[in-house]
């Protein structure tokens, strides 16, 4: 019964939740003065020339992490995205602080055998998701207190063994390797808590927890990429890249100068077991670093290193090294919600059997209604990843993949927005694997995506 009536409460919450923003933003509208109307609008430019920060944190637009950032810096856990990243949320300002509601659900067909069925192959009809919600509120003059959790309604509406999507690899199920499958993400997949305190305009320094959080790796994860925002499935690389972005125990200390960002976090090596309701132990037995400089508005780039002990279920014995690397640009949103955005993104796992390397460039044009957007993806898959190390021993497999896709807002009731797409993608691989996947296996969706719309001040 369960399984019937969750994705209806999902879906509702998307249609209560525009008369809650849209009454929120008629209060503003008429308790909004000249100059904090001003300062929003050119946040969402990018134009921070000239203003105060004090201007900022009194409107409530700044960081989650800064007094002294704009809003549109904010990534996932506590990494950063370039100022002109565009913002799809709802907001309601308190006399005190400030509540940000994000979210996203694809309601899709999902085909991965569109050139015919392989013993690799599957479809499904099923619905991505998650939700977001997010509290600020300023502490004396120059600390700054942040909650945040995020849900996804995954493991009901993709089902406990996750969506089908050809060479992905990466945790469990009843005991055996998802492979071709992309899991689920836990029900409670982030309940976080952080304090900043200003120091200077230029210097920041903040404390993390989460359980689950993030810790200070690699770029910002795959969902809260606005680059990647029309795009229903997971990259290929997610565990190179950002698989750690759902960490039962992560404590994290960082300090900000001017334009860089140094952190470092301790964290639980082990991915969320199978059980998608539960909150797995907390062990504190990885560690990380991450570096971060936005040189201006348009760019964020970000370096990383990390030691996680024991992440698969499966193989207990077998640690990792990860080193990511990323550059995430975006232009100004333009007055009738244009803009460009993409990213380069590098993430390398080192273990006793080597090294493992993933690449993805990706990119989104979005017009007024329209978005066109794509993806290319390298990622070096070992046979024990694609569970084929019985017939394959220890091969590493070079994947290629390259995804086109396209949509249209079709509507809006109040903020939230429903658009239309299509995308489809082609895989190629080895020819030792071909008797598996066929020459060039291709996929292929069409979705209805409900999500908050694009602020515009």
Known sequence: MMNKLFPILTISLFIVLPAFAQHDHHIQKDAAKPDTTKHQHNMQMGDMGGMKHDTMAMSGMNH??????PMNRNGSGTSWMPDNTPMYMLM?????????????????????QLNGKTQRS??????????????NRRVGKNGLFNVSAMLSADPWTVTERGYPLLFQSGESYKGQTLVDR????????????????????????????????EP?????????????????????????????????????LGVRIDKYKLEGSIFTGREPDENRYDFDKMRFDSYS????FNPNKAWAFQVSQ???????????????WRYSASALYASPVSNDGKYFTGALVWGMNHSDHGDEHSFLAEGTRQLNKQA???????????????????????????VHKLTLGTNRRLFKTGPIEYIGGIQASINFAPERLHPLYGNTPMSGQVYLQIRPGLMKH
């Open 372 to 398: 066109i957007y794509g993806r290319y993806e390298f990622v070096q898959k070992s046979a024990e990843e694609l569970a084929l190390e019985e017939q394959f021993g220890e091969a590493v497999f070079n």
């Open 64 to 69: 989650s992490y800064s007094l002294s950032l």
């Open 306 to 320: 990390a030691y996680i002990n024991s992440p698969e279920l499966l193989h207990p014995d077998e640690n990792i």
């Open 92 to 112: 309601k300002h308190t006399k005190k602080g400030m509540f940000m509601f994000h979210g996203s659900m694809f309601l899709r067909y999902n085909n991965q």
């Open 122 to 135: 599957d479809t499904q009809f099923d619905a991505p998701n998650w939700f977001m919600a997010m509290y």
């Open 182 to 213: 992309q899991h689920p993400h836990d029900l409670f997949s982030g309940l976080t808590i952080g304090y900043t305190q200003r120091l200077s305009k230029k210097v920041d320094v903040f404390g993390y927890f989460g359980y689950p959080g």
């Open 289 to 292: 670093w991450r570096a971060s």
């Open 216 to 252: 200070a790796l690699g770029a910002p994860a795959f969902m809260h990429r606005i680059v990647a925002l029309n795009d229903p499935d997971a990259p290929l690389g997610h565990h190179w890249q950002d698989a750690t972005h759902i960490t039962y125990g992560v404590a994290t």
